[in-house]
């Protein structure tokens, strides 16, 4: 059985919209896109390095495969992570694509859930790895099949933008299995759903 | 301006981010504790440990109303638990000051040890206080005070208990962006608690 792992970028606030550049994400008239960027240091590099080679997939909602798919084919030949994610397999769940080009890319167009579990349910130990992909994340947390969460909580408060935990979402224990630090303020926490 | 005592903001959040859930109600971001957690004290433990570093309490009248309406006689009563019951002691003896325009002094009954200041005068002399030498001036709870202190440059120290639950409806703890940044002191974590306790400082602004 796999581990299926939702890292994000948040906000004090809980905001996770376009954590990467001003670009990244509009929606709703979003403004401060690039906010992660000056939090980004050789700590989180290093955390971020560790956790990317434990993953075997990547599961990705449409915004976010877009982007990883339009960025990463092109990064430098010796970049690690550009190697890794060019390589191994990612699932994007989407019900508009008509195809997914990027190199070992597979559409999930419905049964989202039940899709979802048997790619957990496929042999090995490694991480299936959602990273971004908010309404991803929530149908997910929806359906009970996030294992673990990487919170990268940093040190700014926005009052608005996309969420990682929306209104209504249903309330439900965690509990916390690790808790690093970085030099510039970010923490980073990892919890574990108590329902199982 | 030269200010002597901090002032310092601690609260409790859930990790999707609430002050409290739905009805104000603020045990909805601890009710975790009895299935999870069992053994859980951090909260409280800390909440001392900082009444104890501190000289004046500064509420806003919500949460002064409910403070005063639990903590008083929990000093004395047997069946609490010696944490809550330090609280309640510390939280007896030490100064108070509520920011209010209606409180009388009457009604701070039993908590005569309280002083009342109005809304408009409330960042004048707060900004007295932490001129004057001593130990922290310390907040709970009272979040619409604090988060007008906080834009106002009045707040020294942002510490927040980030508590294992998400809570899905509520009081957000910000409502907006703060005109400060902030700068992470440490964070602490305990072995029977899933909570996270995340100390910022805040950078003042250059006049």
């Known amino acids: ?196 | 301006m030269n200010y002597m005592k901090k002032l310092i903001v601690s609260n409790a959040m859930s990790l999707d981010g609430y002050y409290e859930g739905p009805g104000k109600d603020v045990m909805a971001l601890f009710d975790y504790r009895w299935e999870t957690y069992p053994t859980d004290e951090s909260f409280d433990a800390y909440n001392a440990e900082r009444l104890r570093a501190a000289d004046t309490l500064l509420l806003g009248r919500t949460s002064f109303d409910g403070f005063k309406g639990y903590w008083p006689s929990v000093a004395d009563d047997p069946a609490a638990r010696p944490l809550e019951r330090e609280i309640s002691r510390l939280n007896n003896a030490i100064d108070k000051v509520v920011i209010s325009d209606r409180l009388t002094s009457e009604e701070t009954e039993p908590w005569h040890n309280t002083r009342i200041l109005h809304r408009a005068d409330a960042h004048e002399q707060i900004a007295e206080l932490k001129r004057q030498s001593g130990k922290d001036i310390l907040m709970f709870g009272s979040r619409t005070l604090w988060s007008d202190l906080l834009a106002n440059d009045l707040v020294d120290e942002l510490h927040l208990m980030l508590t294992p639950v998400v809570i899905g409806a509520g009081t957000p703890i910000f409502d907006a962006r703060p005109p400060a940044s902030l700068r992470l002191i440490d964070t602490r974590t305990w072995d029977s608690s899933g909570n996270v306790l995340m100390r910022y400082a805040v950078n003042r602004r250059k006049k």
């Open chain 1, 1 to 196: 059985m796999r581990k299926l792992v939702v890292g994000t970028f948040l906000t004090l606030d809980g905001v996770m919209q376009a954590p990467g550049g001003p670009q990244e994400d509009t929606e709703g008239g979003f403004k401060h896109g690039g906010w992660q960027m000056p939090y980004f240091d050789e700590d989180s590099g290093e955390i971020m390095n560790k956790n990317i080679a434990a993953t075997e997939a990547l599961l990705l909602g449409r915004k976010t495969y877009q982007i990883f798919a339009a960025y990463w084919p092109t990064a430098p030949a010796d970049d690690p992570f550009g190697q890794k994610f060019n390589s191994i397999p990612k699932y994007v769940v989407s019900t508009t694509l008509d195809k997914a080009e990027w190199n070992n890319s597979t559409l999930i167009r419905s049964n989202i859930p039940e899709e979802v579990a048997r790619l957990k349910q496929q042999p090995g130990s490694g991480i299936i790895s959602v990273t971004g992909s908010g309404k991803l994340a929530q149908t997910l947390m929806k359906h009970n099949l996030i294992d673990e969460y990487v919170l990268w909580i940093n040190p700014i408060v926005l009052g608005s933008g996309k969420r990682l935990f929306e209104n209504e979402v249903a309330p439900s224990n965690l509990k916390l299995v690790d808790s690093k630090t970085t030099g510039s303020s970010v923490v980073v926490l990892t919890y574990q759903p108590d329902n199982k």
